[in-house]
């Protein structure tokens, strides 16, 4: 499809993965990220890595570790289910309010948010893991954490992003100008 440039297979080399992976990560072997016995799994993260850098064309110094995810923690979906169960758009359009995403984000915060798109899209079969996240989420709303939190929390600004462009030295400093004195060359 349009935009998309498949990349040549020995991008996706295990050895080189391996060596590139372990240079960015500064380590001798990947056993302690627990993808031992996973080449491909491997392959593609080396494959990803090296995009990255083709992209952006420094030094990643953000990207520390690496982390495997089984595919049986969490319900798997076809793209059909996705769309008719309705997480992110309406089958009706892509009015977002229209959405199970719509209706329960409330989150203040981007990062929030996010982490609610990944809960939803990839929901966890472990009754234990979600009893423990509703137990933690119980426990802000009976002891009405969760109001108090609310307002402080809108003032943070996007706080993974901000990193990754500090991080990657693309990051731009906005000014806010408090004094009634236009901006060179505004007008009024």
Partial sequence: GKGRHPLAPWHFDTDSAERELCRQFAVQDLSGFGCDNQPLAVGAAG???????????????????LSVLDRSDFLLMDAASRRNLELERSLSGDNHQHTL???????????????????????????????????????????????DLREPLRG???????????????ARVRMRSTSPIPRSGSRR
């Fill in 47 to 65: 494959a990803l890595l090296q995009y990255v850098r083709d992209t952006q064309r420094h030094a990643l110094p953000h990207l520390k570790s």
């Fill in 101 to 147: 995403i719509g209706v329960l984000d409330r989150c203040a915060t981007p990062m929030g948010g996010r982490l609610l798109r990944r809960w939803l899209n990839n929901p966890l079969r472990s009754h234990n893991r979600l009893g423990q996240r509703h137990d933690a989420i119980a426990a802000l709303i009976d002891q009405r954490i969760a109001d």
């Fill in 156 to 170: 943070i600004g996007d706080v993974e992003r901000i990193l990754t462009r500090v991080s990657l030295r693309s």
